[in-house]
C-alpha cells in the first residue's frame, strides 16, 4: 500500500514538473536583443513615454497577430516547411526592427509564438524609442549600437540638448517624411505572395502623400512633412529632470484610424440638394479628406 502511494507520488511530482516546464515554455518571451528598450528612457522622458505607450507605435506586434498568424500558417502549407529567418524579417523589419540582430533560435521561436497566440510575449518587441532613435535615425538600422545606454548614440532635432547621460545627434532627417518612408511604404515582394486571393496590404502612406497636395509635387508653401500633422508640437520639456529648459516638444501619440476621434476630424462631408431634370432631386455628398493621403489607407 505505501508502496503504491509513492509511486502515485513520483507520478504527481513528474507530472507537476513536466507541466512547469510546459507552462515555462508558453510564457517565455523573446528577449529584445538591443539589452535597451523603452523602459530605459521612461525615467527622464516620462511623458514622452506615456505618448508613446498609447500609440500603435508600441503594439506593432500585437496589433498585427491576426495577419501574421494567417501569414505564417499559409506560407508553411505553401512551403511544406517552416519559414526561415529572411521570411520572417520580411515583416519583422519595420514590425519589430531590433529583431534583426536576434539569432536563428529566436526567429524560431517567434513562429511558434505567434502560432500559438501568444502576443502580449512579443509587445516588448514593438517600434520604440531604440527602434526610431537608434536604428530608422542614424540611416543605418543594420548596424548594431553598442550595448549601454551611456555608450548609445539617440539622434533627434534638439540643436544643443543639456546633459543627456547619453549620446545625443541633432539629425535634420527626423523632421522630414523620409523618415517615415522606411516603415510606411510597402508593397508585398512576388516572392512573399501567398495566394491569389490573399495578400498583405500594409501601408503606402508615404506613396500616396508624396502624389497628393501636400507632398513635393505641391507648391512650397503647400508642402506639409508627416511630421506637421501626426507630431504636432507643443511647449514642454524633452525630459523630466532639474536644469532642462522648456522647448517645442512634438507629441508622440501618432494617431491614426484606430483613433475615432481623429479619423471623424480627418474628413468634411457635406450635403447638398439640387433640383434635377423633371422635378426629382439630387443629392450631393462632398467629402473632403483633409489629410492628403488616401484614407484609410489599404
Ligand atoms: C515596410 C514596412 C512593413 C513591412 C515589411 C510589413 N509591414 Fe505590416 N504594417 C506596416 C505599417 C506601417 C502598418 C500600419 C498601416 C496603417 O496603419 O496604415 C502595417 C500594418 C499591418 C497590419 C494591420 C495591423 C492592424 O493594426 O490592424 C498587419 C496585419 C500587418 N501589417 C502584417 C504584416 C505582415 C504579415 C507582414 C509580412 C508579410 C508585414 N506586415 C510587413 C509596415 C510594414
Ligand atoms: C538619465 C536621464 C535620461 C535617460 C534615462 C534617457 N535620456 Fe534622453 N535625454 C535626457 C536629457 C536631459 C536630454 C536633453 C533634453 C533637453 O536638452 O531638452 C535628452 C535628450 C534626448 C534626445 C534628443 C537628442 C537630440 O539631440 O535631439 C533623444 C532622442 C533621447 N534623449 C532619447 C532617449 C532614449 C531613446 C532613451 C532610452 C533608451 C533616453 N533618451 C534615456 C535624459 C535622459
Ligand atoms: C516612430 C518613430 C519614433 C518613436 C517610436 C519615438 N520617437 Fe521620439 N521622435 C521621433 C521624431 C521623428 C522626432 C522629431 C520630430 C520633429 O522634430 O518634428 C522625435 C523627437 C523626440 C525627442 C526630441 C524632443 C521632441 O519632442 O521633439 C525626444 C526627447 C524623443 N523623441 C524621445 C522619444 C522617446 C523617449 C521615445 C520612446 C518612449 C520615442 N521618442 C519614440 C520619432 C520617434
Ligand atoms: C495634412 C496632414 C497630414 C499629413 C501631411 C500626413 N498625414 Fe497621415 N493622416 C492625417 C489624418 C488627418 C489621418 C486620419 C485621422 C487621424 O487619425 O489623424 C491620417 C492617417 C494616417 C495613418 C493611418 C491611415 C490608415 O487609414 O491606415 C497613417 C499610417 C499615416 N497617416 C501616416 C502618415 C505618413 C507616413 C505621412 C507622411 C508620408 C503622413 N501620414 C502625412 C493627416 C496627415
Ligand atoms: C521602424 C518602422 C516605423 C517608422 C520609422 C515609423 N513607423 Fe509609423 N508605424 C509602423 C508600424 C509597423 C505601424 C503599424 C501599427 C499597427 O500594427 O497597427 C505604424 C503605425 C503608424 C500610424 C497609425 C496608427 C494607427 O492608429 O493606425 C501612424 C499615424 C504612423 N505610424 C505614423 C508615422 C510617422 C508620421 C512616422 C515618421 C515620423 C512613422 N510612423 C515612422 C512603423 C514605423
Known amino acids: 500500500m ?167 545627434q541633432y539629425a535634420s532627417q527626423m523632421e522630414k517624411s523620409e523618415f517615415c518612408k522606411s516603415c510606411h511604404t510597402y508593397v508585398t515582394p512576388a516572392d512573399m505572395k501567398v495566394s491569389a486571393d490573399w495578400d498583405i496590404v500594409c501601408s503606402l502612406t508615404f506613396d500616396a502623400w508624396a502624389a497628393g497636395p501636400y507632398g513635393p509635387k505641391a507648391a512650397k508653401a503647400d508642402m506639409r512633412e508627416c511630421q506637421s500633422c501626426h507630431m504636432e508640437k507643443k511647449d514642454g520639456k524633452a525630459a523630466e529632470i532639474d536644469g532642462v529648459p522648456t522647448r517645442k516638444v512634438s507629441s508622440h501619440l501618432f494617431p491614426g484610424w484606430h483613433d475615432a476621434a481623429a479619423l471623424r476630424g480627418a474628413t468634411e462631408i457635406a450635403l447638398a440638394t439640387k433640383a434635377g431634370a423633371g422635378g426629382d432631386t439630387e443629392l450631393i455628398v462632398t467629402i473632403n479628406n483633409k489629410a492628403g493621403h488616401r484614407l484609410p489607407d489599404t
Not at 76 to 98: D, F, I, S, T, Y
Open 2 to 168: 505505501i508502496r503504491y502511494d509513492r509511486v502515485t507520488c513520483l507520478v504527481t511530482l513528474a507530472w507537476l514538473s513536466f507541466s512547469g516546464v510546459l507552462a515555462q515554455e508558453k510564457t517565455a518571451t523573446i528577449a529584445n536583443p538591443l539589452g535597451v528598450t523603452a523602459n530605459d528612457c521612461k525615467a527622464c522622458h516620462s511623458s514622452h513615454y506615456q505618448e508613446w505607450e498609447r500609440s500603435y507605435h508600441a503594439k506593432t506586434m500585437v496589433a498585427m497577430h491576426a495577419g501574421f498568424k494567417r501569414y505564417i500558417t499559409t506560407q508553411e502549407q505553401a512551403k511544406g516547411r517552416a519559414l526561415n529567418r529572411n521570411e520572417l524579417m520580411g515583416c519583422v523589419g519595420c514590425h519589430a526592427p531590433a529583431m534583426r540582430f536576434s539569432s536563428d533560435e529566436d526567429f524560431a521561436r517567434l513562429a511558434q509564438l505567434v502560432k500559438t497566440d501568444q502576443r502580449e510575449a512579443l509587445a516588448g518587441l514593438s517600434v520604440d524609442c531604440v527602434a526610431c532613435h537608434a536604428l530608422s535615425a542614424s540611416g543605418h538600422p543594420e548596424v548594431k549600437p553598442p550595448e549601454g545606454i551611456d555608450k548609445q548614440v539617440y539622434y533627434g532635432t534638439i540643436k544643443n540638448p543639456v546633459n543627456p547621460g547619453h549620446g545625443a
